[in-house]
């Protein structure tokens, strides 16, 4: 029943993913596709409207892809399920938090996950980093509009830095790499401004 399958894999994730939601879509990405619930192109595009969209990505995720699945009740059943092992734990550590402060055993596997966590992130970047260059894996269709927007956005955040010694506002780099994607899929598609 897929009710229970989108309860029970959006629960399985919510409760072994640490470091949060770039943490989690890597998983997410094996436990959906392997299940054939989304392609591959589809699954970026709505880890892309997850992550424009406010509120954490790992219950956009899961309410995207429970309401693809399993219409208003599977939304409502995978958000609750990656939502509420993160409530029990938390639950759980406010009533014996300040015991396990001092406990190296505790402190030994926090340092253990965060490295985890960490290899779990430069995977998600490297895997939408290729996925975002490469529109076609087949035929391996190298996307030069995509990276002439990466490079953009990097040599602009670079610049930026030196001249002002701080970083570029994250809100101003989507509007510039939306705007960037805009002018050139227009020119790539042959439309004339």
């Known amino acids: 029943m897929i009710y229970f399958e989108l309860f029970y894999v959006f629960f399985l994730v919510g409760l072994f993913t640490f470091g949060g939601g770039y943490a989690m879509i890597s998983i997410l990405e094996t436990e959906i596709l392997s299940r054939s619930w989304l392609d591959s192109a589809t699954f970026y595009n709505i880890v892309s409207i997850s992550e424009s969209t406010p509120g954490p990505i790992a219950i956009n995720m899961a309410t995207f892809v429970g309401r693809m699945q399993g219409g208003v009740l599977g939304s409502v059943l995978a958000t609750i399920g990656v939502t509420l092992p993160s409530f029990i734990i938390i639950l ?4 014996i938090f300040s015991k396990l402060l001092d406990n ?3 402190n030994a596997i926090l340092y253990g996950i965060k490295a985890v966590v960490v290899g779990l992130i430069i995977a998600t970047a490297c895997s939408f980093l290729f996925n975002s260059l490469v529109n076609d894996i087949s035929t391996f269709n190298f996307d030069f509009v995509a990276l002439v ?3 953009s956005i990097i040599l602009l955040s670079v610049l930026y830095k030196r001249k ?3 970083a ?3 809100y101003l780099i989507l509007i510039i790499s ?3 994607g805009i002018i050139l899929y227009l020119i790539d598609s ?3 401004l």
């Open 92 to 95: 759980l550590i406010v009533s």
């Open 104 to 106: 190296k055993i505790f």
């Open 149 to 151: 927007i990466f490079l």
């Open 164 to 166: 002002t010694k701080k």
């Open 168 to 170: 570029i506002s994250p």
């Open 178 to 180: 939306g705007v960037l």
């Open 190 to 192: 042959g439309f004339v």
